[in-house]
């Protein structure tokens, strides 16, 4: 039985699919409206949320300042009622800025990064209220040669 306000899960799964699309659109107005006024969306990896429509649109920025071709690619998404988790492959080139993480900013490296991702995100009255954001970092931190 869905609580009253609930969208269904396949609603749910789109609503998701829909961020992406709008990431790899680089449209980030139309993407914080899919988000809750309130919503926490946590970089675990980097140990940094972003909170409300705008910390949305800074966490993306913060991707697409460093890896401005990034390109996102859904390998496996997974809905049951309010909860969507997917997988997803990260590509990009770090060439156009700094990417900011917790130990301060890494210059741009000229390198490539494909990366796997999941991100697990709860909905509730058909917008993203909490996103959580897994990935290796020490890989990533790899593929661009900082790190052995």
Not at 78 to 90: L, N, Q, Y
Not at 111 to 128: R, V, Y
Request: aromatic share 12%.
């Amino acid at each position: 039985m869905m609580e009253e306000g609930s969208m269904s899960t396949e609603e749910n799964a789109n609503i998701v699919r829909e961020h992406y699309s709008a990431f790899n659109k680089r449209d980030f107005g139309y993407g914080a409206t899919l988000v809750d006024p309130k919503v926490r969306w946590t970089n675990i990896p980097f140990a940094t949320t972003y909170e409300g429509p705008e910390g949305y649109k800074a966490f993306l920025k913060m991707w697409t300042t460093a890896f401005s071709d990034a390109r996102i690619e859904i390998t496996n998404l997974i809905a049951s009622g309010d909860w969507v988790t997917v997988e997803f492959t990260g590509k990009g080139t770090h060439q156009s800025g700094p990417l900011i993480g917790p130990k301060g900013s890494i210059p741009p490296t000229g390198k490539s990064i494909d990366l796997s991702f999941c991100e697990i995100f709860k909905l509730k009255n058909g917008k993203i209220s909490l996103a959580r954001l897994y990935f290796d970092a020490a890989t990533m931190l790899r593929q661009l040669e900082k790190i052995p």
